[in-house]
């Protein structure tokens, strides 16, 4: 089966509209990979689980999403085939396609799902967006830049005290290799 015909499947439902998801970049699978894996890695034996980009996540009827990245601490939420409700963090990675959706209408979803850390990753700008819940929104608590910030700078993870993320382990694989 060719890549394109795999990605006919694959589809979100934003605000009751079903919305056909393209193959990503490899840049895109890239960021996402480093993500997953360190969110793997630091969750090995605690209670919180990762996924990646292909879990689906069912918000409500009229939402259902497929995360790059995301972590779920509450294991009632997991199913077989997909998660019910709202994951505790959830990371979406722009491309040109879908980086209006991101900041709009699942920023709000999210939000109102009840999120309670949501990152908006810009690979080719190397900008990683931080919010945090508020009373049924997500508001922008933090934007890192490798350009303003370095490459040692940290993201600090609500979920635990001593989760921190490295920008360069975030975008290293393809902005190094591939430019």
């Given at each position: 089966?060719?890549?394109s015909?795999?990605?006919?499947?694959?589809?979100?439902?934003?605000?009751?509209?079903?919305?056909?998801?393209t193959?990503?970049?490899?840049?895109?699978q890239?960021?996402?990979?480093?993500i997953?894996?360190?969110?793997?890695?630091?969750?090995?034996?605690?209670?919180?689980?990762?996924?990646?980009?292909?879990?689906?996540?069912?918000?409500?009827?009229?939402?259902?999403?497929?995360p790059?990245a995301?972590?779920?601490?509450?294991?009632?939420?997991?199913?077989?085939?997909y998660?019910?409700?709202?994951?505790?963090?959830?990371v979406?990675?722009?491309?040109?396609?879908?980086?209006?959706v991101?900041?709009?209408?699942?920023?709000?979803?999210?939000?109102?799902?009840?999120?309670?850390?949501?990152?908006?990753?810009?690979?080719?700008?190397?900008?990683?967006?931080?919010?945090?819940?508020?009373?049924?929104?997500?508001?922008?608590?933090?934007?890192y830049?490798?350009?303003?910030?370095?490459?040692?700078?940290?993201i600090?993870?609500?979920?635990?005290?001593?989760?921190?993320?490295?920008?360069?382990?975030?975008?290293?694989?393809?902005m190094?290799?591939c430019?």
């Amino acid at each position: 089966m060719a890549v394109s015909e795999r990605y006919k499947e694959r589809y979100e439902i934003i605000n009751g509209e079903t919305v056909m998801m393209t193959p990503p970049a490899m840049v895109h699978q890239d960021v996402s990979s480093n993500i997953v894996s360190i969110f793997k890695f630091y969750l090995k034996g605690k209670v919180c689980r990762a996924y990646g980009d292909n879990t689906l996540v069912k918000l409500d009827d009229e939402n259902q999403f497929m995360p790059d990245a995301m972590i779920v601490c509450d294991w009632s939420k997991i199913n077989k085939t997909y998660i019910k409700g709202a994951p505790d963090l959830v990371v979406e990675i722009l491309s040109p396609s879908t980086a209006k959706v991101d900041r709009t209408s699942k920023l709000e979803a999210y939000g109102k799902a009840g999120v309670k850390e949501y990152w908006i990753v810009s690979p080719l700008e190397e900008i990683v967006e931080v919010y945090y819940q508020n009373d049924g929104r997500l508001i922008l608590s933090e934007v890192y830049s490798i350009d303003e910030n370095g490459p040692d700078a940290e993201i600090k993870v609500s979920l635990y005290d001593d989760l921190f993320i490295k920008l360069e382990d975030v975008f290293d694989t393809y902005m190094k290799h591939c430019k």
